[in-house]
């Protein structure tokens, strides 16, 4: 579309600018101040001239398409409203590019500054002109973001930096809960679309979702604009760099919670709960915010909290819900941004030529700076709302508001009375401001002599007073249009009759003006005793202090419930980790248990073999002796655990399971020889006599805890399994795989069947983290250390050696070559014999019991064999196994096949099977699970035979280490390999 | 009543596998997981029920009656998961071994209790 690409350049150059400056060099003050001027210029320049469009009452409209099937696409829409907005965060971003090339000192890095404004500057148009609502929370929080990195510019200094951190809390926490929000509407309405969601407003005020939505956008507007009660982190992000307070907390950041509210207004208010939540959190910040400004004694403070009160009086002109006071509303919002912007940079101004802000140490500066001074003071009386300028204008339509009705309550009976108690404290601070600073004795121990500005520092105040006049005193002529335009397009057809003139007559407006006036100037008189003696903080709640509660609060979140939460919880300490994981597993496995019942069921019971209850005797009693000497006795405890093994094993033969017992057989001798590897290398334990009397309390408190825990999860595993095993079997899929096994995968044994075929994509997954787990151990060990007192010789190993030196006839290692040589001998003979069961059980795994898996664990028992008969060196120097080009082969192997099946065009690892006729060995079954077969026997060998090995070499290394005056031994096969 | 003492063993294989796992010392805890999952394993193969005698392995290929045959699913489930079972053991065992060199103690927290 036409219109789209100015929409598009106007959020998309901020971020671009962003993007070139952070490359600019450290010192390019003037560079980066130009990039930023001249696209926060084009910005506002390509805004304007989409006024005749929009102006027009026309909506514009752009957007890229990017999840159209869940209605997630990125766009961009303009209204009148919209367009009024844009051109405050570009011209106000203009401006204060401008200024901001003065007031930064050259020494610090500019470049980053201007690249942060302009990100911010981005992401504040992405707000404004986001046409969906989940991209306007995502700019959102990207402002949010921002303004931490601006606020926090000066990272040195260590308010800056609390200051930030504050502010971010408050406003992204606010941005979460407008997510959540924002995704209650799109559930309400169906859409996030904004256009659709403006015009589903009696739906989303009809939903039963209503209150929590409305409560959840309204955290995160009133967080955003600072009001009552998370007003505190205004004041404390005054730490940034002035130009910074002048943007973010006069046009933009505070102002997108007021822009989200109005951008809204359609659809939210209008309830009595949206009066009653945002009216009193306008009118409490409104109250407390200009109350709090008078005593300020910085003069960014003191903006800050009039800041504050005047968001507060946009919010509750927002929250009162009738169309006159929604242009009040939006009029104020324009008014606020233009005379804020203006007094924070002659703050800064001030700051900057004077070294300090604080009003109790400047005074009489008018004589110094008298244009800067005459500035300042219209801009403060527009913030007073003095007639003639622009404040004065909105704070009448404010009055008339205030002093109409609205819902019969006290709060709305008392409105007039706190709108001019408001007015009347804002005159006392507006005249302590340009009183306090610019007039007086001349200030003595200043640390700079104060002069007026560089002619283009001061210029951008001299616009913004400009405007305030020019929009005060000709009102009709200057920004009737685009308040109109803005108005029509929130309010649409409801929009009112109002006038925007100068003089009313003499009418009830006025004098609620004339009263606050005289009050204002009659209380600042009052105060000045008490200001003169420059006590810091308001009085009455100077004890109330929202930072306080936050930082507290913040404590309590981060510090305090975070380590009671590591102590219960925490990574640290495996023992209550675990016993927490074992005790949710069995409060989770009672719930079924609860609803299903634990009766037996209705199978018919197998007849008690006495033979299988004595095996499961022995079995147990393995099983617990295991659990009672592996502190001990280790030996004893490994041997134990495979007996239970082997009861396992002999179980599964005796349940028709004779793949499973071929394996569990096998895996349980590589396991035993495995952790005799690693026997070695633990610390001595032994058991002193009365231990079991020394033991404290607690510990047996522990202990006795832990025994009901395992004693829980063992009868509840009991019963779980009895209940099933007494249950008939439902017909699952195995059905399939039973009838299928043969004339699909061609082979008789079905468990090989599904192995290699059916679901042999997960075998392949399988055989994948096998080799993973494999070179993982291998590269732990490679850096292994021993603990020291693990390093010598075994005891064993160290008398054979004594020996040795004491016999002049033997070398040193005879006896412990010579050490068990008959078994060595056998277990050498075997070797090629147990080759042969290796390739045996491989090739009838497809019909009969065997297979990759136990064929390849055969194989690595015959190498570990080896290894055990003849010792490291000796069978290294005689035999090459290069374990990680089996495992690669083999995962070669098994890819390959797969992809074999692609080539036919079938299916990934789609088998081909057929009998091959082979000479004296007569019908062979040839599929290509074959194939896949001997990837996996591959994968096993040279998993298991590297695990083996690579902590069998532990005890090469570590003795050549500690003594190194023996010689090298040649390097090992695993080395070369690595 | 097959199952029955199935059942129990079951428990009794899962107590000591549970009681070793929260012992402190890492030889403990490695016996304990291999207990553990012999229970598991076995636990998973009794989904299949207790069938005496009628192994998965086709003996007619052409008449095939399902009734006859050993559930073939949870073999071959638990059959991957016995050689998985090794290396987990033989990753504990070598993280525990490292473990121990680096700390100075065979303790799971690395650290002695105090």
Partial sequence: ???????????????????VATFLRQDARNGAAFLAGTIAFCGAVLTAAQ???VGNGRVLHAGIEWIPSLGLNFTLRMDGYTWLFTMLVTGIGFLVALYARYYMSPADPVPRFFAFLLAFMGAMLGIVLSGNLIQLVFFWELTSLFSFLL????HHNASARDGARMALTVTATGGLCLLVGVLLIGHIVGSYDLDKVLASGDLVRGSDLYLPTLILVLLGALTKSAQFPFHFWLPHAMAAPTPVSAYLHSATMVKAGVFLLTLLWPVLSGTEAWFYIVVSAGLCTLLLGSYAAIFQQDLKGLLAYSTISHLGLITLLLGLGSPLAAVAAIFHTINHATFKASLFMAAGIIDHESGTRDIRRLSGLFRYMPITATLAMVAAAAMAGVPLLNGFLSKEMFFAEAAAFHVDSLLDQSLPYFAMLFSAFSVTYSLRFIHGVFFGPPAKDLPRIPHEPPHWMRFPIELLVLVCLLVGILPAMTIKPFLSAAVHAVLGPETPYYSLAVWHGFNEPLLMSLIALTGGIILYWLLQGYLAKGIEGPPLMR???GQRIFERLLVELSWRWARSLERLLGTQRLQPQLRLLVAFAVVASLWPLYRQ????GSRPATALDPAFLMLWIVGGICAIGAAYQAKFHRLAAMVLLGGA?????????????PDLAITQLLVEIVTTVLILLGLRWLPKRIETAGEDVTMGTQARVRRMRDLMLALAAGIGMSLIVYAMLTRPLPDTISRYFIENAYSEGGGRNVVNVILVDFRGFDTFGEIVVLAVVAITVFSLLRRFRPAPESVDAPEQQQLQDAYDTARPDRAVGDTLADYLTIPSVIMQWLFPVIIVVAIYLFLRGHDLPGGGFAAGVTMSIALILQYMAGGTRWIEARLRIRPIRWMGLGLLCAVSTGIGA???????????????????IGKVPAATALLFDFGVFSVVVGATVLILIALAHQSLRTPRAARPGIPAPPPVALKEEA | MNELVFAVAVGILTASGVWLLLRPRTFQVIIGLSLLSYAVNLFIFGMGRLQVGAPPVLENAEAIDPALY???LPQALVLTAIVINFAMTALFLVVLLASRGLTGTDHVDGREDT
Avoid at chain 1, 151 to 154: A, F, L, M, R, T
Avoid at chain 1, 645 to 657: E, P, Q
Avoid at chain 1, 907 to 919: G, I, K
């Fill in chain 1, 1 to 19: 579309m036409s219109s789209g690409m100015p929409l598009l350049a106007i959020v998309v150059l901020p971020f671009i600018g962003s993007l």
């Fill in chain 1, 51 to 53: 006024y005749p469009a």
């Fill in chain 1, 151 to 154: 606020i926090g510019y000066w």
């Fill in chain 1, 543 to 545: 004890r109330l202090k």
């Fill in chain 1, 597 to 600: 019942g634990l009766e037996a």
């Fill in chain 1, 645 to 657: 093994g082997l009861v396992t094993c002999i179980t599964f033969v005796w349940f028709s399971a």
């Fill in chain 1, 902 to 920: 692609w080539v036919f065009g079938y299916p990934f690892l789609t088998s081909y099977f057929q009998y091959v006729e082979l000479p004296a």
């Fill in chain 2, 70 to 72: 050993a559930d073939p």
